[in-house]
């Protein structure tokens, strides 16, 4: 005889909690409640249990007995265990995991001022390393999970939304972070190697908003800061400057130029840093609707994120659209379908990068050759203005050069750059995810899903006749150069689909066996075209035509790239009283990446777990109330090393024959042999865990231990010359463990009126190189133009080590000279850099360069502190990295002292004479400087340790009749700020730097004038309606 | 599982395998392997080119640039950390390795035989050039005549001995003369000819000692104007290095380029015109100062030699009283269409070069009695008379004849890529430099720079080679 039960859930204050979740026990019938927390739930006797849940609140069970009405006030979840975690291809309660996967949910996320979500993450999960090395507008982070995972083949983790595993991490970065719900991190191999040849690097798992059935629940969300750069590099201001040119030009013995022996105070006296920052907007709304019926629900969130950069000329917005439904087509049959489009427009400019080999550049067949920006600052001479009368921008060549040879090379106007070089990116972004699940008997249940993934972008850069460049040196306002102009657009087009088909059967047998198996197959295929045109040679130097038509030269070029992967796999949960668990998994998976030969395999896992504190001796008290010990080991494959790696093609190499000045003749040749071997890099991790709730989970402690070991290493490895076709080609080649240790700590530190809960997290890894190649020899990389192999991968050493001379002074006078060994290139005089002789031989050269300190963390650490008082709240989140080492590349101009560019404020403690030797060892500047103050050194390399005030958040929440009388359900008030302090030794703008962050190879903490980290303050208002 | 759905290959490029699977293919790949002649000699914007290692450490041109570890090889300070020794290693491989690829792929393409034989005559030619090269700037190097079909194949090489590198020099050069036509069609204006692969072969004798093979070799280019290729000397010398009379009578080989925004225009026009000179001289472009002339080669001229107007331009500039003038060479000169895209070809030997060098072998074998008129040639066409002949101090002696061959060369082909190369062959560099260096005072820091040997006759193998391939051993 069914009973009908009826009542409302609320919180612990009264207040209403709709769409909790009520369940019958053992059975399939369920509701939600609605907007005034009432529901209404047929049950089949006065036996029937209810379950009460709701996320963030303690769940719940409750016998029907004779009641027909029911309210239950759910308690607030300390950290609620039976938490849902999504893992690929399904969910199970958190407590039942075997794995290691961190979480953080929309609580988490929320109020962040932020473009991506990935930059919500930071400091959040022990063992997930957020890096946000530029502060480009809408620039994504890089995340690291568990360290370095491979030399080559990159180190980003497989992110999956909704079930749809992205084909590249920018699809991650452009999620509105208000549209998320909850992401997972599967950090071992046993959880992450059901997603096998991706798994390698860790997984992110995004689940999505979805609605609730109930009367359709409207929420706003405005957020709207300002930014600046938070901090400045010390250079010399025009007096200081003026007196360090003089220097370098005595100490050459060169007639100094006229301008220089004018009065200081006579000459401009230009802050450049000051030129090109501004203060920055960032603003951000979304308005979201979402409700339904119990057979079909929906959720829409639309949002704007535009921002302005700290850096003159560079912008992002983003437009983004998310609707998700969910229906129950029949009892058996269930629909889902999410769609979520989206646009964006971001405008850059040449900012990171070199002197005149900016990062964002390579606009025409001849690269123009545009300066970056932020190093171009730092060098240009205080003494000029940024102007001339006439409206030229001061050009330092054209000025200084002809009075007396004082530049080589050109440090370009970076205002000139900024105000006019173009370069905007549209993106139209098409994502949707369709799916369909049968049960086919009780417990049996078959799902397919159809994601289909369209990017569309389009890129126009352009260089007007009047911007000064490698191409037009000379270009200037009142000299428009026609040959200077370039204007270039590429579209790109990406479509990408994946099916997904998986059987999955969940049973009950005896009366404490639970087990649930899973099979799939699934296919997944990416195409990428991208056409490109490029003019040059503009036909009028109206800067408003940027079009390529309008050239005197006009190309074009055709690119291609495709990747296909099927896939089968299988797993199998199993727990016997929620006390032992088991979980088994096996996937195999087929790439087109890989050789002929070798284009399967295999990633098998295996985890256990025993939750001790289930046992009846552990009933027998109350302080401890979990006690769970874990265990795991999975194989997981790796193979990001971009398309068609192991194949052999040919590219154009022209030449000219014939009469007159000959005419081109079409040439080809090899670019790379091919290696039908290339094959996957496989990961072995055994990872083991100890989870400890004391105090009804108050305090809960997770400790992860872990070792992970990866062979068949996919290396981009430098090649002898003599191989003639390439300098560096893919191979499987040697191996690397990454050991490591994670302890995070989950407490209630106040329950009462003022609540204080404590997330804190740190995480210790351990890189180690164990093989390389058969001859024990390193693989090298360059830190920047000129650097060679200044990055080493060796065996025995951590990944990526910085390699160069040790700096232990400088010739102080003469006699230092002669006592000491010298510079074997070109000898040392008094005030040169002195470098120490490692091999003794008496003489400094290329066999006395030494490891000079590793770029990766001793440990990271982060830790959020939330304060709940009356309708007040507060937290603020804390991160940190100790121990890693930064290689500033800029200092090769900006601490070098050729006596033409600026330099830091260093050159005050200087060099001059032996009787003013400075500090010791800060060089003599010098017109003609000795090779030893351009290689790499310790001079170069800084102390990265940094305590980061990541994210601070103050909010009111408002109550009352006004609200209601305005049909308002909630309103919160907040002020927020982004990287308000950063607590670090290192001198540059932001310690977190790595110019390489787009580079799949082993290149980390090198700073060549990137993008700096904009520090933002933000109001905001949240209203749910 | 379908098979088919992971195979994937990439429809825009042609693969390597059908690339050398007909004589078409094949064609493309000889042109591709001239096409390296471009990286070797100077391309684009890298800086880097033969004039580096043939002009810069000699006492006719300096690099007016620090950047770019240019300046390093002026002054004799080139650390082996130095990026261009790596550039111009690796442009020399690329096309020793491209060669090697057509040598062994070639026997199994379907095709005229004479046309196969051709295709490897020409690139037989172009690996002489690049180990003739190569052994003159690091002595041996390590000898690759085959396809290297791996990495650890690569590692397995260490140095050659530098008697084995030339022995192979000797043998292409040789196998190259042999199957090489006379002339080409037209169109095909710039490969190799019998003609030039006897004049390198001719160079490589003289550069070895070998002066009996040398004049042996070089006699069958004579005389000028009636021998099989119609080589001659132009009648006037600013003829040779115009844009309007490329392939002329009196080039044996150039390196081609061709302006128009191709990828394949000649550098050397923006390179080596002073930096400071703005849009005054290269109306694009404009100039990048890395291979200007240094007042050693102005002194040099007589102020009656008409070749000095048409090699040296002179760029002034006073700015608040004070002047300072910039030399730089003109045999470069063309309206870029871009920087650093111009007509100009880079000259390897013509037939000037032919003389003097028959004229130096004479000298040795015989001493100046027969080289005499050889010389004079050149002066006779220089100066459009006879009496500014050699003068008889000049010929009294075997030795003064050899200074003034040497001095002829400097003058005759100054910033055309040879003078050190000269001086390291008559073991005149430390001499002569260091003369220079003390006139001058050309200082490194507080110092006058004094050159040695062995150190400074070799420059140093790249550091990144030795560290890759540690089989290799650093130069003294």
Avoid at chain 1, 274 to 293: N, P
Avoid at chain 1, 801 to 810: A, D, L, M, R
Wanted: hydrophobic share 35%; glycine share 10%.
């Amino acid at each position: 005889q069914s009973i009908t039960v009826k009542g409302k859930v609320t919180d612990a204050q009264g207040l209403v909690l709709p769409g909790a979740s009520i369940k019958v026990k053992d059975s399939s019938t369920g509701v939600l409640t609605g907007t005034d927390g009432s529901y209404s739930i047929n049950v089949p006797n006065a036996n029937s249990v209810l379950i009460f849940s709701f996320i963030g609140y303690t769940t719940e069970e409750h016998a029907v007995g004779t009641n027909t009405q029911l309210n239950v006030s759910l308690k607030t979840s300390e950290h609620s265990l039976n938490e849902v975690v999504v893992v690929g291809y399904g969910s199970m309660k958190k407590k039942l995991l075997s794995t290691s996967v961190g979480a953080v949910n929309s609580k988490q996320i929320e109020d962040r001022l932020v473009a991506t979500p990935g930059e919500a993450l930071s400091g959040q999960i022990a063992g997930v390393q957020v890096s946000q090395s530029m502060g480009d507008p809408g620039a994504a982070p890089v995340i690291l999970i568990r360290g370095v995972g491979s030399i080559g083949a990159g180190s980003s983790p497989l992110y999956v939304v909704d079930g749809y595993p992205l084909n590249s991490a920018d699809d991650f970065n452009q999620i509105s972070p208000a549209d998320i719900e909850s992401i997972q991190v599967l950090k071992d191999a046993a959880a992450a190697a059901i997603y096998g040849s991706r798994g390698g690097n860790g997984i992110i798992i995004v689940t999505t908003k979805r609605g609730k059935a109930g009367a359709t629940k409207f929420n706003f969300t405005g957020n709207t800061g300002i930014a600046n750069v938070s901090k400045r590099v010390d250079v010399l201001n025009t007096p200081e400057y003026v007196a360090y040119v003089k220097d370098a030009f005595a100490n050459s013995g060169k007639v100094l130029p006229p301008l220089y022996n004018s009065d200081p105070s006579t000459l401009p006296n230009t802050d450049w840093q000051d030129q090109i920052f501004r203060t920055g907007v960032t603003q951000s709304y979304s308005l979201a609707a979402s409700g339904g019926t119990d057979k079909v629900t929906f959720n829409v969130t639309g949002s704007i994120y535009s921002q302005t950069g700290i850096i003159k000329a560079t912008e992002f917005n983003r437009y983004n659209l998310r609707a998700s439904m969910d229906a129950k087509l029949s009892k058996k049959l269930k629909f889902n379908f999410n769609i979520a489009p989206s646009f964006a427009t971001n405008d850059q400019t040449a900012t990171g990068g070199g002197l005149n080999n900016a990062l964002i550049n390579g606009i025409g067949v001849n690269p123009s050759g545009v300066g970056g920006t932020v190093i171009s600052a730092l060098l240009q001479p205080p003494l000029l203005p940024v102007r001339q009368p006439n409206g030229d921008y001061s050009n330092a060549t054209t000025i200084l050069s002809p009075a007396g040879q004082v530049f080589s090379g050109n440090p370009y106007n970076p205002v000139a750059t900024l105000d006019l070089y173009k370069d905007r990116t549209t993106t139209g972004r098409l994502l949707s995810n369709t799916g369909l699940e049968y049960e086919i008997i009780s417990g049996l249940k078959f799902k397919t899903t159809l994601g289909f993934e369209a990017i569309l972008n389009n890129r126009n850069w352009y260089v007007p006749a009047t911007l000064q460049s490698d191409n037009g040196p000379t270009a200037n306002i009142n000299n428009p150069l026609l040959t200077n102009i370039r204007a270039r657009t590429t579209q790109g087009i990406n479509y990408n689909y994946v099916s997904e088909n998986t059987l999955n059967y969940n049973t009950k047998f005896g009366k404490y066996h639970d087990l649930t198996l899973l099979a799939g197959y699934s296919f997944q295929k990416n195409t990428y075209n991208e056409t490109s045109q490029y003019g040059q040679n503009g036909t009028i130097t109206n800067p408003i035509v940027q079009n390529p038509n309008d050239a005197g030269i006009i190309l074009g070029t055709y690119g291609y790239t495709s990747n296909a992967l099927i896939s089968s796999f299988f797993r199998a949960n199993y727990d016997y009283k929620e006390k032992y668990l088991l979980t088994a998994s096996i996937r195999t998976d087929g790439s087109s990446r890989f050789g002929t030969n070798k284009q399967y395999a295999t990633f098998p896992a295996f985890s256990a777990a025993w939750r001790i504190g289930e046992e009846a001796f552990m009933k027998k008290q109350d302080v401890i109330s979990e006690f769970k010990v874990r265990a795991g080991y999975g194989v997981s494959g790796n193979n990001n090393i971009g398309d068609f790696a192991a194949q052999s093609y040919a590219t154009q190499v022209n030449y000219v024959f014939g009469a007159g000045n000959a005419t081109p003749a079409f040439g080809f040749s090899p670019t790379s042999l091919a290696n039908t071997d290339l094959t996957w890099e496989t990961s072995k991790t055994t990872n083991i865990g100890l989870e400890i709730g004391l105090l009804k989970d108050r305090i809960y402690f997770t400790v992860d231990a872990y070792h992970k070991l990866t062979d068949n290493l996919l290396l981009s490895r430098g090649v002898p010359g003599i191989y003639g076709f390439a300098t560096s080609i893919f191979t499987n080649i040697g191996s690397m463990q990454n050991n490591g240790l994670e302890f995070s700590i989950n407490t209630v530190n106040l329950k009462g009126k003022l609540r204080w809960t404590t997330d804190a997290n740190i995480s210790f890894n351990r890189n180690k190189v164990l093989k390389l190649t058969d001859d024990g020899n390193f693989v090298g990389y360059d830190a920047a133009f000129g650097y060679t192999n200044s990055i080493r991968v060796v065996p025995g050493e951590s990944i990526s080590s910085f390699y160069g001379y040790k700096q232990i002074g400088v010739y102080k006078d003469a006699a230092d000279v002669a006592a000491s060994a010298k510079w074997a290139s070109g000898g040392s005089v008094p005030g040169d850099v002195k470098y120490a002789d490692i091999n003794g031989d008496g003489k400094i050269d290329a066999s006395d360069i030494v490891n000079i300190g590793s770029p990766l963390p001793k440990f990271t650490y982060g830790m959020t502190n939330r304060f709940e008082y009356k309708r007040f709240s507060l937290s603020f989140l804390l991160q940190g990295v100790y121990g890693n080492k930064i290689l500033n590349a800029s200092d090769r101009y900006t601490d070098y002292y050729n006596g033409s560019f600026n330099v830091r404020t260093n050159a005050l403690n200087r060099w001059e004479s032996p009787t003013d030797p400075g500090d010791g060892m800060t060089p003599r500047a010098a017109v003609t400087n000795p090779s030893s103050t351009t290689v790499v050194s310790t001079r170069n390399i800084f102390d990265g340790s940094y305590l980061r005030l990541r994210n601070v958040n103050l909010g009111y929440t408002f109550t009352g009749r006004t609200l209601q009388r305005l049909s308002i359900n909630s309103a919160r008030l907040f002020v927020s700020g982004e990287n308000l302090v950063t607590f670090t030794k290192y001198f540059g703008y932001n310690p977190e730097v790595n110019v390489f962050a787009a580079s799949p190879q082993p290149r980390y903490g090198v700073d060549q004038g990137t993008y700096p980290l904009p520090r933002t303050f933000s109001i905001g208002l949240n209203i749910g309606f | 599982c379908k098979k088919s759905y992971i195979e994937l290959q990439d429809p825009t490029k042609i693969s390597t395998t059908d690339l050398y699977a007909d004589a078409n293919g094949l064609n493309l790949a000889v042109t591709a392997a001239y096409g390296t002649l471009q990286d070797i000699y100077g391309k684009g914007t890298s800086g880097t080119g033969m004039y580096l290692f043939t002009d810069v450490p000699s006492d006719n041109s300096n690099a007016l640039v620090s950047g770019a570890g240019l300046g390093d090889f002026d002054l004799f300070t080139v650390a082996p950390e130095n990026i261009n020794l790596t550039t111009q290693w690796q442009s020399f491989y690329r096309c020793i390795a491209r060669c090697n690829a057509i040598i062994a792929r070639a026997p199994a393409v379907n095709m005229t035989a004479t046309l196969r034989d051709r295709y490897i005559g020409e690139v037989k030619f172009l690996r002489a050039l690049s180990y003739f090269n190569a052994v003159q700037i690091w002595g041996g190097v390590p000898l690759v005549t085959t396809e290297i079909a791996n990495i650890d194949d690569a590692l397995s090489y260490g140095r050659a001995s530098v008697a084995d590198v030339y022995a192979q020099i000797e043998k292409d050069f040789t196998d190259a003369e042999s199957v090489l036509p006379v002339t080409y069609a037209t169109t095909d204006l710039g490969r190799a000819t019998n003609g030039a692969a006897k004049a390198m072969l001719g160079k490589v004798y003289l550069t070895e000692g070998n002066f009996t093979k040398c004049k042996a070799k070089l006699a069958e280019l004579l005389p000028k104007g009636s021998n099989a290729w119609g080589y001659d000397l132009l009648p006037n010398y600013a003829d040779i290095f115009s844009t309007t009379n490329e392939m002329n009578k009196e080039i044996i080989f150039a390196v081609r380029y061709t302006k128009g925004g191709y990828g394949t225009g000649s550098p050397f026009f923006n390179w080596f015109i002073p930096n400071q000179s703005g849009s005054t001289i290269a109306t694009v472009g404009g100039g990048s100062g890395f291979n200007s002339i240094m007042q050693d080669l102005v002194d040099a001229f007589p102020a009656t030699d008409p070749r000095k107007a048409v090699s040296i331009g002179t760029y002034t500039t006073t700015v608040n009283k004070v002047t300072t003038n910039y030399y730089y060479t003109k045999k470069y000169t063309d309206v870029p269409a871009n920087a650093n895209d111009s007509n100009n070809d880079w000259i390897v030997i013509r037939y000037a070069d032919v003389e003097l060098m028959y004229a130096e072998a004479e000298n040795e074998i015989n001493g100046p009695a027969n080289a005499i008129s050889y010389v004079n040639d050149i002066r006779r066409r220089a100066y459009g008379n006879t009496t500014n002949d050699l003068t008889p101090a000049q010929t009294a002696t075997q030795a003064s004849m050899r200074l003034a061959i040497e001095n002829e060369r400097r003058l005759e082909l100054n910033m055309e890529g040879h003078r050190w190369f000269d001086l390291l062959r008559t073991n005149r560099a430390i001499t002569v430099m260091n003369a220079s260096f003390t006139k001058y005072q050309t200082k490194n820091g507080a110092n006058v720079i004094q050159i040695s040997a062995p150190h400074n006759l070799l420059f140093p193998i790249p550091l990144r080679e030795i560290q890759i391939n540690p089989k290799l051993t650093q130069n003294p």
